[in-house]
Nanobody, 119 residues
Framework: QVQLVESGGGLVQAGGSLRLSCAVS????????MGWFRQAPGKQRELVST????????SIADSVKGRFTISRDSAKNTVYLQMNNLKPEDTALYYC????????????WGQGTQVTVSS
């Protein structure tokens, strides 16, 4: 079983930066795919970025392309989301999630970390 704990959220002015961390514990395998999601009040949950645990293959949503970068440190069992040039519309609760089976859904979730960007 995989456990996820996010950290790094906070309040930042527009144009600022934050780095979110997702500490991963439990049974990690090369099959795992990690993702960062976000959900703002009254809006649907949005997939922001993904990374494969094995090869570090990444994807990024168009809404954050060029500003956000996902990475992982296998030695530290941690996935990061570097967020630069933050905008008020990036305000949301950010979740780390994992696919624990090949081709399966995101079935393991962290508790979320709040990011608030002031204008």
């Amino acid at each position: 079983q995989v456990q996820l704990v996010e950290s790094g959220g906070g309040l930042v002015q527009a144009g600022g930066s934050l780095r979110l961390s997702c500490a991963v514990s439990g049974r990690i395998s090369s099959r795992n795919v990690m993702g960062w999601f976000r959900q703002a009040p009254g809006k649907q949950r949005e997939l922001v970025s993904t990374i494969t645990w094995a090869g570090g293959i990444t994807s990024i949503a168009d809404s954050v392309k060029g500003r956000f970068t996902i990475s992982r440190d296998s030695a530290k069992n941690t996935v990061y989301l570097q967020m630069n040039n933050l905008k008020p519309e990036d305000t949301a609760l950010y979740y780390c999630a994992a696919k624990t089976t090949l081709g399966g859904p995101y079935d393991c979730w962290g508790q979320g970390t709040q990011v608030t960007v002031s204008s």
